[in-house]
């Protein structure tokens, strides 16, 4: 029989409330912490509108010349000079590509040395660990300014920011991903009398590499529309001729030049799609025995 409201008794509610206090009513403190965290929410949100001078009026006009802007950009066009768009947007591919791939390189020994359970000693894994905080934390947009400053304008001021800045953000995600592989094959391979580098290439690092490229193409994708930025600063690329375009006011070229970034971005995304499922997940969708083996 179902139990309900009608049915319950004075008697069985008492003893309900008697067993179960928190399902009727929450003790006072609780409801004054939960209302006082809720009216601090508040107060900051009010405070940084008010600090921003975020004013409805001033966002209606904002809109309202935004739409001046996207009117603009219809139709898109390639401008005089469509071969340098297109020079432009490979020369941001380029710098991706080079920065995650050189990233990706650099963090696997990292990684290896910031997993606890190859490096126990909890001193060097912290100062490794706070050394990877400090190296993501700072975004790549300031590495670009800083090695611009260092070497000079161009694509590699780019490459050297995406690198710098993914080296540590893959580090860490390699040294996690190392320290959850299961230690039972580490250990079968120790057995064996291997010693501790073979342990971790042929029982660490297997299980973990479709984690470690999943991770590299991540960042591979993100890389795509972070060059676009650091193109803005200095670095190269199809951001530089976004800025150009966006301060001569032709907005029919920026128009096009971001619809460029879109497909680019989306073939991207696609292009790692189909990899992973290449190399991570291709084992689950081929046959264990070839047909013409089994007849």
Do not use: D, K, N, Q
């Given at each position: 029989m179902a139990l309900t409201a009608a049915s319950i008794t004075p008697e069985e509610m008492d003893r309900l409330q008697a067993n179960y206090p928190r399902a009727f009513k929450r003790p006072w403190w609780e409801q004054a912490r939960q209302w006082a965290v809720w009216s601090a929410l508040l107060a900051f949100v009010g405070y940084c509108l008010v600090r921003f001078d975020a004013a409805p009026g001033r966002i209606w006009d904002g809109l309202s010349e935004l739409g001046v802007?996207?009117?603009?950009?219809?139709?898109?066009?390639?401008?005089?000079?469509?071969?340098?768009?297109?020079?432009?947007?490979?020369?941001?591919?380029?710098?991706?590509?080079?920065g995650t791939l050189t990233a990706a390189l650099l963090a696997i020994p990292l990684g290896i040395m910031g997993a606890r359970n190859i490096i126990p000693n909890w001193v060097f894994h912290f100062v490794l660990r706070r050394h990877f905080d400090g190296i993501r934390g700072i975004d790549p947009l300031v590495w670009a300014l800083v090695y611009v400053r260092a070497v000079g304008l161009g694509p590699i001021a780019g490459t050297l920011a995406i690198a710098t800045s993914d080296t540590g953000t893959l580090a860490k995600l390699y040294a996690e991903a190392i320290e959850t592989a299961d230690s039972g094959q580490a250990e079968g391979v120790a057995a064996t009398g291997a010693?501790?580098?073979?342990?971790?290439r042929l029982g660490v690092l297997p299980q973990v590499l479709p984690v470690m490229l999943s991770n590299a193409l991540y960042m591979f994708e993100s890389n795509t529309r972070s060059a676009t930025i650091l193109g803005i600063v200095g670095a190269g690329g199809i951001g530089f001729e976004l800025s150009d375009r966006i301060r001569a006011h032709r907005w029919d070229e920026v128009g096009m030049i971001i619809i460029m970034i879109v497909v680019t971005v989306a073939l991207i995304d696609g292009l790692s799609h189909l990899i992973r499922k290449r190399f991570i997940e291709g084992g689950k969708n081929r046959p264990l025995v070839r047909t013409d083996e089994a007849t």
């Open positions: 802007i996207l009117s603009a950009m219809v139709p898109p066009t390639f401008g005089a000079a469509p071969s340098g768009l297109f020079w432009a947007l490979l020369e941001s591919l380029t710098m991706a590509f080079l010693g501790r580098s073979i342990v971790i």
